[in-house]
């Protein structure tokens, strides 16, 4: 057996939807699976997953294109926390504002 096969996946999501994806893969490896069949399982399970979060800085979502240092400079000095979804399609969507940290995580739960 190749122990350093790799394969690609696109996952339409981020931070904990790739570990989501991840432990997926390997439960279905673990099952005796192929890596391409377990590809091939998340896949089809990748619009089932579900990303609600939000960020504690806005310095990352500056310096990833998504808000413009001027964005990112007043929201972090006014507290502004985005609420944030991973749509279907894998774009980043913001779904509100709140004003701190505690605001944020409330509207998540």
């Given at each position: 057996m190749d122990n350093?096969?790799?394969?690609?996946?696109?996952?339409?999501?981020a931070s904990t939807g790739y570990g989501m994806m991840l432990r997926l893969m390997l439960d279905f490896i673990?099952?005796?699976?192929?890596?391409?069949?377990?590809r091939?399982?998340?896949?089809?399970?990748?619009?089932?997953?579900?990303?609600w979060f939000t960020v504690g800085d806005l310095n990352y979502l500056k310096r990833s294109g998504r808000v413009s240092g001027v964005a990112a400079f007043v929201g972090t000095a006014l507290g502004i926390k985005p609420v944030l979804h991973m749509d279907n399609e894998g774009h980043l969507v913001n779904v509100s504002k709140k004003r701190g940290r505690r605001a944020s995580l409330e509207a998540l739960a």
């Open positions: 350093n096969k790799v394969v690609v996946a696109d996952s339409l999501c673990e099952a005796g699976h192929t890596l391409e069949d377990a091939d399982f998340v896949d089809g399970k990748k619009r089932h997953i579900c990303s």
